[in-house]
T-cell receptor, first 113, second 114 residues
């Protein structure tokens, strides 16, 4: 079945460091791919998305490219800030086209000043 | 712009008690969802409603019931709470955004079952 695997956390970085959070997926068809972010005590918010192969989603300095050949959608940011500390979830759209999302387990990012 | 509103934010129950989590959205979305979030497990779908008047089971429906009261409201009921249902519950609704169904989430309801 369809699934999403993310790198284990927590990931701890110093401010201004480069961030990569790995995400790979298994899916039938051509799903849309998403990154959601959850700040402490809040619900999930859409960070970025990509709907087809080779698309690059970007927002707030974060980027991810939909790689069909490697079934990956890794999240990157060139220079992280303390305010980026949060839990990041990779997700893919269920092929049933009901809008359901299948989530990875989440990766906690801690950025230290 | 309220988006998705969930109540209550916190609840403590004893084993065997019942309760209902309420959810409402003001974005005129057709589809709504209930997920639970547990450490190391990500979010798992409990139930969803593709449109008013329809509901379907998700990945972990046992012990829950839902009602799609109208287009705006989608409630989740625990008839006889168990400690395994201690979790954070999120309601979401979805609408199209540049060709993809994008979920908008509520702030969550933290439930503890003793």
């Amino acid at each position: 079945g369809n699934s999403v695997t993310q790198m284990e956390g927590p990931v701890t970085l110093s401010e201004e460091a480069f961030l990569t959070i790995n995400c790979t997926y298994t899916a039938t068809g051509y799903p849309s791919l998403f990154w959601y972010v959850q700040y402490p005590g809040e619900g999930l918010q859409l960070l970025l998305k990509a709907t087809k192969a080779d698309d690059k989603g970007s927002n707030k300095g974060f980027e991810a490219t939909y790689r069909k050949e490697t079934t990956s959608f890794h999240l990157e940011k060139g220079s992280v800030q303390v305010s980026d500390s949060a839990v990041y979830f990779c997700a893919l759209s269920d092929p049933s086209n009901t809008g359901k999302l299948i989530f990875g387990q989440g990766t906690t990012l801690q950025v230290k000043p | 712009n309220a988006g998705v509103t969930q109540t209550p934010k916190f609840q403590v129950l004893k084993t065997g008690q019942s309760m209902t989590l309420q959810c409402a959205q003001d974005m005129n979305h057709n589809s709504m969802y209930w997920y639970r979030q547990d450490p190391g497990m990500g979010l798992r779908l409990i139930y969803y409603s593709a449109s008013e008047g329809t509901t379907d089971k998700g990945e972990v429906p046992n012990g829950y019931n839902v009602s799609r009261l109208n287009k705006r409201e989608f409630s989740l009921r625990l008839e006889s709470a168990a400690p395994s249902q201690t979790s954070v519950y999120f309601c979401a609704s979805s609408g199209k955004n540049s060709g993809a169904n994008v979920l908008t989430f509520g702030a969550g309801s933290r439930l503890t079952v003793l």
